[in-house]
């Protein structure tokens, strides 16, 4: 009697197949929409029931918005669920990144591989200085959280770079997903710099927003306030 069937058949034995199976994209999805909704919560939640308090400044200059670091960290239940979104983002993104390690190890020529494992450790790096900034608020440790916030914004900015680089250098291009990434870097790295000149032009200058502007703001909020206690 020949081996082979009987091999075969136990082989047959241990064969299992997957009870639940999620493209790569839509889980990544997922992943990445945690924070974002959550940001989106505390941001409305703030200006609706912490609006004075969120918007007060050092230099008695109240912003138009709350601060996004005052929105996640300042008042619960804001900080409460921007960590545990954060808490939730952060073991599957480990799991993406080292998917993308082992994606382009498998679509880039050997010399690349260098820049792939630094972009690789930007992207580990951005996601721990997200977790901890999250944990370590600025109301309670800001020097922690500034340091956080500034190495989570340069880890950012350079994986994403990076990112871009390294698709230009598939073996196959991706066109349509290369432009639409550099889209992406070019518009928040603008959004990065209008940002960083306005916070220290803030912190300069402490300039009042408009009167048009202030007064209608006020005058909605002063509504809303009235109607809250109303209720």
């Known amino acids: 009697m020949s081996k082979q069937p009987h091999y075969g058949l136990l082989y047959s034995e241990y064969e299992y197949s997957s009870y639940l199976r999620i493209p790569f994209e839509k889980f990544s999805f997922i992943v990445v929409s945690f924070p974002l909704l959550a940001l989106i919560f505390c941001i409305f939640y703030s200006v609706i029931f912490n609006f004075e308090s969120a918007t ?18 300042s008042f619960s239940p804001q900080r409460e669920i921007w960590q545990g979104a954060v808490t939730l983002q952060a073991i599957p993104r480990f799991f993406i990144a080292f998917q993308y390690l082992h994606l382009h190890f498998s679509v880039l020529h050997s010399q690349y591989f260098w820049i792939a494992r630094i972009a690789f450790f930007l992207n580990i790096f951005e996601n721990v200085a997200l977790v901890v900034l999250s944990f370590f608020v600025s109301s309670q440790n800001y020097v922690v959280h500034k340091n956080a916030f500034i190495m989570f914004i340069i880890g950012s900015e350079v994986y994403m770079a990076l990112t871009c680089l390294l698709q230009s250098c598939f073996k196959k291009q991706y066109p349509l997903s290369l432009k639409w990434k550099k ?49």
């Not at 007060?56 to 960290?73: D, F, K």
């Not at 209008?194 to 200058?205: G, I, L, P, T």
């Open 56 to 73: 007060y400044t050092h230099c008695e200059v109240y912003n138009l918005l709350p601060s996004i670091s005052a929105a996640i960290g």
């Open 183 to 231: 889209r992406c870097l070019i518009t928040n790295s603008i959004c990065l710099i209008a940002a960083v000149y306005f916070f220290m032009r803030h912190n300069s200058f402490c300039e009042p927003y408009g009167d048009p502007v202030g007064q209608k703001l006020r005058q909605h909020r002063s509504h809303l306030d009235q109607y809250l206690q109303g209720r």
